[in-house]
């Protein structure tokens, strides 16, 4: 069995006990890589030399010692390329400097190793929006694997990484590993620092793992939660081991079920294996308890005001002028901007920046953003109120499973929707992990496939919950 397929759990035991050496873990990936990743296209670039100098000096005794693990292409690792799979960096931009979350698993012993593809500048929910390659869903070619996160949740899912990192402003970690069959962990805001990582939608952007069981999940966040002076953001709160709690079960746990997230748009086959997850929680000794979020309707709409607002504020400084791809100068300086810009950005990133400034204009942030922000209150408040009842909620992740490539290209909206049942968790702040419950098929005529995952949101720094309830999961 190739050491690229098994999980960071056990890996380590393996590292720990004198059997596998580090570089023996890089030797396999960039074997899968080379054999895989022409189909799935997960990577947009990797030094392996780097990868084996590192694995070679690892201190095995630190809790990630050895394991190399991927990173969106939106996260700055010191020496690497950045792109954010957009043409306005591509070939031009080398960070330079470590993301707080990449010092940090380099503390823990762990190897950052290869860029992974994204939709650019974190805009969409396929991959398919990425300017330099396309994605593809490792369960199913023809089918995306999710986005933005998609390079990484693919890359875990074909076994071309034991883990990644990837970013959640939408959705962007839990939607990928539902649809390709993994764990995708969306913290707390502020549980994890955002210093490094390119700002989407600032007060929404949260940086998570992708990982192949929830054990794993739990030790990436020991490693990379805590304060951070670099962002002012993150929270100042006691650090705490989140693999204690993985193995308590559920039982005594209330846990809701929102009707507003099991609409009559769902897919029946999803439903029906969300619905046998929970029965099996039941089963376990949880109280299934039937709550109310009411101000979920509201949620998509609010996000694509609030989310491109802060994204025409943020990508205000990609201008070809202090970093990225310049345009040959034809005009004045209003024309090179605009000649960087237009060349620069893909058409989704435009769309949003021009939807962002048209919501903060004079006249209309009123009317617009303002209004978002008090809905977003809401929208939190239902969850406040929620959680002083039960312990953690449950819903699906998507109301359907991953569909195929263009298959709503032609309707922003529609592609939009892919994320109803994400968005309010980055609105309210509180953590989200996404787990595989089966998988179910594409039509009458196909086989059982595609992956479905279930979602379960826990209250502000309530990863110990999710993430145990999560494990109970897992082992059923």
């Known amino acids: 069995m190739s050491l690229a397929s098994l999980s960071i759990t056990a890996l380590r035991t393996q590292l720990t006990a004198g059997e596998i050496t580090p570089v023996q873990i890089i030797d396999d990936i960039e074997k899968a890589i080379l054999a895989n990743d022409s189909e799935i296209n997960a990577y947009l670039s990797y030094d392996f030399d780097k990868a084996r100098e590192m694995a070679a000096n690892a201190d095995l005794s630190l809790p990630l010692g050895g394991i190399p693990i991927g990173i969106k292409d939106n996260i700055n690792t010191l020496g690497e390329p950045l792109t954010?799979?957009?043409q306005f960096l591509a070939d031009s931009y080398i960070a330079p400097y470590d993301a707080t979350v990449i010092t940090k698993l380099k503390a823990a012993g762990a190897i950052p190793l290869g860029r992974l593809n994204m939709d650019e500048f974190a805009m969409g929910s396929t991959t398919g929006n990425s300017s330099i390659k396309r994605t593809n869903n490792p369960h199913d070619l023809d089918r995306v694997p999710g986005g933005?996160?998609?390079g990484s949740a693919a890359a875990v899912a074909a076994n071309m990484a034991i883990a990644t990192l990837g970013s959640d402003t939408g959705g962007s970690i839990r939607q990928p590993a539902s649809h390709c069959g993994i764990v995708g962990l969306k913290p707390s805001y502020g549980r994890v620092s955002r210093y490094g990582l390119v700002a989407f939608a600032s007060s929404l952007d949260q940086i998570g793992p992708c990982t192949k069981s929830v054990a794993d999940a739990a030790l990436l966040l020991n490693a990379i939660s805590g304060v951070d002076e670099m962002d002012s953001t993150s929270l100042d709160?006691?650090?705490?081991?989140?693999?204690a709690n993985l193995n308590k079960g559920v039982a005594g746990l209330k846990l809701g079920i929102p009707k507003e997230y099991f609409t009559d748009g769902m897919d029946a086959n999803v439903r029906e294996k969300v619905k046998a997850a929970i029965d099996q929680l039941k089963a376990a000794g949880a109280e299934i308890v039937d709550i109310s979020l009411p101000h979920t309707e509201y949620a998509v709409a609010t996000y694509y005001?609030?989310?491109p607002a802060e994204a025409s504020s943020n990508l205000s400084r990609f201008d070809g002028i202090r970093y990225g791809n310049r345009a040959e100068q034809n005009g004045n300086l209003i024309d090179l901007y605009k000649d960087s810009r237009s060349a620069g950005f893909g058409s989704e990133v435009k769309r949003r920046i021009i939807l962002g400034t048209y919501a903060l204009s004079s006249g209309y942030d009123h009317k617009y953003y303002n209004k978002a922000q008090k809905v977003r209150t809401l929208i939190r408040k239902d969850?406040?109120?929620?959680?002083?009842?039960?312990d953690a909620i449950l819903t699906p992740v998507c109301p359907h499973a991953a569909?195929?490539?263009?298959e709503n290209s032609d309707d922003p909206l529609?592609?939009?929707?892919?994320?109803?049942?994400t968005i309010a968790a980055n609105l309210a702040g509180i953590p989200g992990i996404s787990v595989s419950v089966g998988k179910v098929s594409a039509d009458e005529h196909s086989e059982e496939k595609l992956p479905v995952g279930l979602q379960i949101l826990g209250p502000e720094l309530g990863?110990?919950?999710?993430?145990?309830?999560?494990?109970q999961l897992e082992e059923v």
């Open 403 to 406: 569909p195929k490539h263009g």
């Open 383 to 390: 969850f406040t109120d929620a959680f002083e009842h039960v």
């Open 463 to 471: 990863e110990e919950v999710i993430l145990q309830v999560a494990q």
């Open 84 to 86: 954010c799979a957009s």
């Open 237 to 243: 709160v006691e650090p705490i081991d989140f693999t």
């Open 414 to 421: 529609k592609e939009y929707l892919e994320d109803i049942c």
């Open 148 to 150: 933005s996160s998609g």
């Open 305 to 307: 005001i609030i989310a």
